[in-house]
């Protein structure tokens, strides 16, 4: 009953192909990432945080075993969330961590999803099939697609300008590239990037073992992960 179209500088939209009765349900889909952390002093969240399902109801939600705030609707869910690879990012789940901290300066919480989507893309690095002849970078590039392929992929910085000024074509890419995108960055942003990949800069090494890798292959991952240059997934435009 419906169907996706994209168009060019304004992104993907569902449109329907039939009439669609009221209350009828269109589809469900398990979502990839979603934030449910919204308060200012964060309180856990009435919703499952791997599927979304609200868990009001349940007499005893599963808590996270690493004690963040995370609750789950059945051990289904938790297992869903450490193959995903919540354990990369449950510290920034606990009271005053760092989804605390978004939740009070980035009300629309692109920057918690953000931080997820690093989180599936590391925990992809470090259990995807290994390719003997594959660098470090190339793999984490190559886990990054895996991850993010199927997904939208619309530059934060360009849609903020589509809604500041009512346009959703650029008239001019170099200004925006060299001027009004990165002031962009800067004020949304770059607080949140550095403090992702400060993130993910601190966790031990353990974390970044991957199928008989040696101590010295998962600190070249790491280093590979982190990568901020033109072709890394730090870098500020695929943040971005």
Known sequence: CYEVRHFDGQGNGLFATRDIEKGEMIFKEFPFVWNGFKAAVNVQSSFCYTCGECIASLETPIKCPGDCQVQFCSTKCLSTANTKGHSFICSCYKRGGLVDRFSQTNKSGHLALALQC???IAQTCVSAHVDVAETPKARVERCAKLVLGGYHKD???????????GRSTLPDLEMFESM??????????????ASIREVFAGLPLSMWFFQSSSEVEAAQLREAFLFAGQDGIFHPVFFR
């Open 155 to 165: 530059d934060f910085c360009r849609a903020n300008h589509a809604v500041r000024t």
């Open 180 to 193: 009004i995108a990165p002031a962009y960055f800067a004020t949304h942003l770059e607080d949140g990037w």
């Open 118 to 120: 690093y989180m599936h």
